[in-house]
């Protein structure tokens, strides 16, 4: 009798364990990002660990239980699936978490969510930013942030370029008109060259990162640089930044000429 109720009690408990496991294993799904801004392309992907035929997915992309999209999707051989959502249009109004859900087969269902945050809602500035040299005045950099605030810029000697502090409560990008007049990178003929650009993580580890140049002349060169959320600083690193060593330089130039100029005398004096 008690082997009997322990056998009932040992598959009721065994039932709901084997049906959770296949519904969790036979399928995954996942995002490339985890915050989405209007007007990006979420990537959406997974595996399927046994295919069945040509079974599809269903996808299906909710906010607060309103269906958003629904797709069917094609596994391939390997049983892997991706599917690309444009995060635009009409439907596309609300901020906050959004719900994927895929469903393979007879009760195989995996879900994953990602926050959106509609183009009314980013945070962009653009303004003038004005650097302190400490020995040669200030000057200005026209900058423009999305996805986030700066907080400051300076010069620092030691890298021969900018450290440009940022708060970034989201991903996003800060382009910087750069004028050559105080800082640069030039090769040795006079061609620009590549700036290094480091940045430095929440977890205070320094990585470095690329940039894209969307303009450049005579007296700019405006960078384009990306960063990540919870990123607190860009250190832009070229060949020279004039304004820290200006006044320097300028007294050492002209110690340097006038001994030149004081040794020529002395020495045609004594041919004379």
Known sequence: MDFRIFSILLILILIPIGSVFASSSLISVQTDDTTYDEGDVIVVSGKITTIIGDTPITLQLFKDDNMVEIAQLQVSQDGHYSYAILAEGSLWKSSGEYLIKVTYGEGNIAQTTFLYVPESQVLETTDIFEVNTENSGTFDILYSIRGGTLSNISID??????????????????????????????????????????????????????????????????????????????????TYVIPEFGTIVMIILTIGIMTSILLTRNKFQIKI
């Not at 008109?177 to 700036?195: H, M, S, T, W």
């Not at 690329?210 to 250190?235: A, K, M, P, W």
């Open 157 to 238: 000697e030691n890298i021969f370029g900018l450290l440009v502090k940022i708060d970034a409560p989201d991903e996003g990008k800060i382009i910087l008109d750069l004028p050559r007049k105080y800082i640069d990178a030039e090769k040795q003929n006079g061609k620009d060259e590549v700036f290094i650009i480091l940045i430095e993580k929440a977890n205070k580890q320094i990585i470095e990162t690329d940039y894209v140049e969307e303009t450049s002349h005579t007296e700019i060169r405006t960078l384009s640089i990306n960063f990540e959320e919870g990123d607190t600083e860009i250190q832009i690193i070229g």
